[in-house]
């Protein structure tokens, strides 16, 4: 099966179109959605009525909390307050009432958990370094796993004959296979992988362009895509909200 697998589209739509477009070519039969389907961005629910007609798979983010007042705000930074207060005022009853039933634990699809932050701290923790993905490997029992969260595209690989993890910056188009080689003997280690996306709506990598993933499920494989889009029409968007200037221009930059 070809899976679309998005995350933090934070409130951009244009963004998101742009995503879907090009991952049309795929021909993908599932959208599972990371989470931080809101916040930031100028169109919480036009981004929202778009995932709900994608029938996407979605976990809840810290933002999607934020904006449902499920979280304390006080350890946002003060134009991420901004935002998010923003927002509130924004969504509609139906956003509100579907944001309020994602789920905030992670759920599973066959060899796949799925979740936002990680999979011990699934709202808040970031999984950004080995060490971090090393004690969540403890956490989840699917040899794979999909995280979002730190808008920055990456796997992290655990060869469980090992005891260190391997971070791995993807290549954007370069197909990576999951499964190891088999060796001479019929042998192949075993693995597990903590695998991240990137951001739709805000990437934090220095590309400023949407970032996605296409996995097939059945060969196991993942395919990291990067999608120019009108950056601009978004910003228009964002000023015309009277959103935070800081957040409007670090779209042009990809931080």
């Not at 999979?119 to 970031?126: A, C, K, L, S, T």
Request: glycine share 6%; charged share 20%; with cysteine.
């Amino acid at each position: 099966m070809r899976v679309l697998v998005i995350s933090d589209i934070h409130g951009n739509l244009t963004a998101l179109q742009a995503v879907l477009e090009d991952a049309a070519q795929f021909n993908y039969e599932e959208v599972w959605c990371l989470g931080d389907t809101v916040g930031y961005g100028p169109e919480p629910n036009g981004c929202i009525t778009l995932v709900r007609q994608l029938k996407a798979a979605c976990v809840v983010g810290n933002h999607d909390w934020a904006a449902i007042e499920r979280m304390d705000i006080e350890d946002f930074n003060a134009e991420a307050r901004r935002a998010v207060l923003w927002t509130r005022q924004e969504l509609s009853p139906e956003s509100l009432a579907w944001l309020s039933e994602l789920p905030s634990t992670p759920i599973v699809k066959g060899e796949f958990t799925l979740t936002h932050g990680s999979p011990r701290d699934p709202v808040w923790e970031y999984v950004l370094y080995p060490s971090t993905a090393r004690a969540n490997f403890d956490a989840f029992s699917t040899p794979f796993c999909l995280v979002g969260h730190t808008h920055v595209p990456a796997l992290h690989v655990w060869v469980e004959s090992e005891t260190s993890v391997r971070a791995i910056s993807p290549t954007p188009n370069r197909v990576l296979a999951l499964r190891p080689a088999e060796k001479a003997d019929g042998a192949a280690p075993s693995l597990r992988i903590i695998l991240n996306p990137g951001s739709v709506g805000q990437p934090r990598d220095n590309d400023p362009r949407a970032a996605y993933a296409i996995l097939n499920t059945k060969e196991a494989t993942w395919l990291p895509r990067r999608v120019a889009y009108a950056i601009e029409i978004t910003q228009a968007h964002m000023r015309s909200a009277g959103l935070p200037e800081r957040l409007i221009n670090r779209l042009s930059f990809g931080w």
